[in-house]
């Protein structure tokens, strides 16, 4: 059966909502919207900020025997580097730091800071300098992006096929971007496109999951993409091709687990 859970948010109970979500977005760097604040995508690191009906109720955890500190929410950073980076980040845009960064020999050694959010919630950053920490560059692909002629009909197809809301600050004059559900991210680019002629033929771009491959062919060719070839269903993986009207392909795929 294809992965069912995709993500999870924690949930914090704030004093006061306007005052928090404006921390976590303008100090904390979070993607903040009435649903979720998350920082790197939900699969990152994501929270739900809830009202609390009693200003006076709000319980940050208690700290465990030997500890100066309660931790509510703990995030785990690949690199020194990277945490640094982060630290640095926050320490510049006057977060709330409750621990500075401290190097404990045990398991890895492991390098942490904690910062405070404005009702006493302790969130702890940390990691060990892995064996990436000589690259400066990380395996992870942030970004793919697609040459498209028409903008705002590329927006409204993708959005629809991905169930993607359209929001104005994610537009940057010739360029959308849709931010996905596993951190990274999809850049529509129409920037000097007016007079490129569509290829014929080209690679597949990147690949989609689904875990209903009929439903998806359906779904694809309603909005308006064409099917290449058709569904292709091997006893492991069933997948399909999709093109707009752009010529960018992608294939969406169906893994059959425990085949």
């Known amino acids: 059966m294809p992965k069912q859970i995709s993500s999870s948010l924690t949930v914090l109970s704030v004093s006061n909502l306007a005052r928090s979500r404006a921390y976590y977005r303008d100090v904390l760097g979070f993607d903040v919207t009435d649903w979720w ?14 009202q609390s009906p009693d200003s006076a109720r709000i319980y940050p955890n208690l700290p465990e025997p030997g500890s100066e500190l309660g931790i509510d929410v703990s995030a785990y950073v690949d690199t020194w580097a990277a945490l640094d980076s982060l630290y640095e980040e926050f320490r510049s ?15 890895g050694p492991w390098k942490e ?20 920490a000589h690259c ?30 359209v929001r104005e600050q994610d537009r940057y004059d010739h360029l959308h971007l849709f931010h ?3 951190g990274s991210e999809m850049m529509l680019d129409s920037n000097g496109m007016e007079d490129v002629p569509v290829p014929d033929k080209g690679p597949v771009l990147f690949k989609l999951s689904t875990y209903d491959i009929d ?27 999709i093109r707009d009207e752009d010529g960018n392909i992608i294939m969406i795929c169906q893994d059959h687990t425990g085949v």
Do not use: C
Request: hydrophobic share 45%; no cysteine; charged share 20%.
């Open 37 to 50: 604040a998350q920082r790197d995508g939900l699969s990152g690191l994501a929270l739900k900020l809830h």
């Open 93 to 107: 845009k006057g977060a709330i730091i409750a621990m500075e960064p401290t190097v404990y020999a045990d398991g």
């Open 113 to 132: 800071f904690v910062v405070a959010d404005p009702d006493g919630y302790h969130l702890a950053f940390g990691g060990v300098d892995g064996s990436r």
């Open 136 to 165: 400066s560059i990380d395996p992870h692909i942030q970004s793919v992006f697609l040459w498209v002629r028409d903008l705002n009909h590329a927006v409204d197809r993708y959005a629809k096929l991905l169930g993607l809301e």
């Open 180 to 182: 996905l559900d596993n």
């Open 215 to 241: 439903q998806a062919a359906k779904e694809a060719q309603e909005i308006g993409f064409d099917i290449v070839y058709g569904i292709q269903r091997l006893r492991q993986v069933s997948f399909f091709n």
